[in-house]
């Protein structure tokens, strides 16, 4: 069964440190992986993707299909980046579109 | 544009008693879906669509209904609440896998806060 695994519920790191969040994901086929966003009070929006390979608002994320990881990286951490990140996986079957999401991690960044 | 919008934004029930919810969406998009959002469980997918008319079970359906007369509408129902429903929902949608530049992104929405009594 296809699924994601964001094992921290909460990451707290002070202003400037970097941040890891963890994503993994289980799927035998070839995964399309997206990271979301959801600001305080605001709806979910696209972070990245990993067919992209791109950076935004300085994070990045890199697919390590030998670990099954996709986790989310900044190297220096901002107020502005606390927020609830999900992780979350194109479903493989037929045309549907579904996304599967993790548990997500609530990120805290302290001044 | 206004993009993915929901209706209400806010709605207390007590057990037993029925509701609508409505996603509106004005990208022309094809495909649309329902979320629930609970804490330590991430959002689950309720039920979602492929097209005007057509419904699916997603992972959580037990107690919803919904339907899709309109392209540009997808309705979610609860029949007889229950405290369990207590949850944000969220509604997305996005184009045809086929679309040029579509990339899979689905589009939220701001999301109904539902306090079920």
């Known amino acids: 069964a296809q699924r994601v695994t964001q094992p921290e519920k909460l990451l707290s790191v002070f202003k400037g440190a970097p941040v890891e969040l963890k994503c993994n994901y289980s799927y035998s086929g070839s995964p399309e992986l997206f990271w979301y966003v959801q600001y305080s009070r605001q709806r979910l929006q696209l972070l990245l993707r990993?067919?992209s390979r791109e950076s935004i608002k300085g994070f990045t994320a890199d697919l390590n299909k030998g670990e099954t990881s996709f986790h989310l990286k900044k190297p220096f951490a901002q107020e502005e980046d606390s927020a609830m990140y999900y992780c979350a996986l194109l479903h493989g079957s037929s045309n549907t579109g579904k996304l599967i999401f993790g548990q997500g991690t609530t990120l805290q960044v302290k001044p | 544009n206004a993009g993915v919008t929901q209706t209400p934004k806010f709605r207390v029930l007590k057990t037993g008693q029925s509701m609508t919810l409505l996603c509106a969406q004005d990208?022309?998009?094809?495909?649309m879906y329902w979320y629930r959002q609970d804490p330590g469980m991430g959002l689950r997918l309720i039920h979602y669509s492929v097209g005007e008319g057509t419904t699916a079970k997603g992972e959580v359906p037990d107690g919803y209904n919904v339907s899709r007369l309109k392209k540009q509408n997808f309705l979610l129902g609860l029949e007889s609440a229950a405290p369990s429903q207590t949850s944000v929902y969220f509604c997305?949608?996005?184009?045809?896998?086929?679309?040029?530049?579509?990339?899979?992104?689905?589009?939220f929405g701001p999301g109904t806060r539902l306090t079920v009594l």
């Open positions: 990993h067919i």
């Open positions: 990208m022309n998009h094809e495909y």
């Open positions: 997305a949608s996005r184009p045809h896998s086929g679309t040029s530049g579509s990339h899979n992104e689905q589009f």
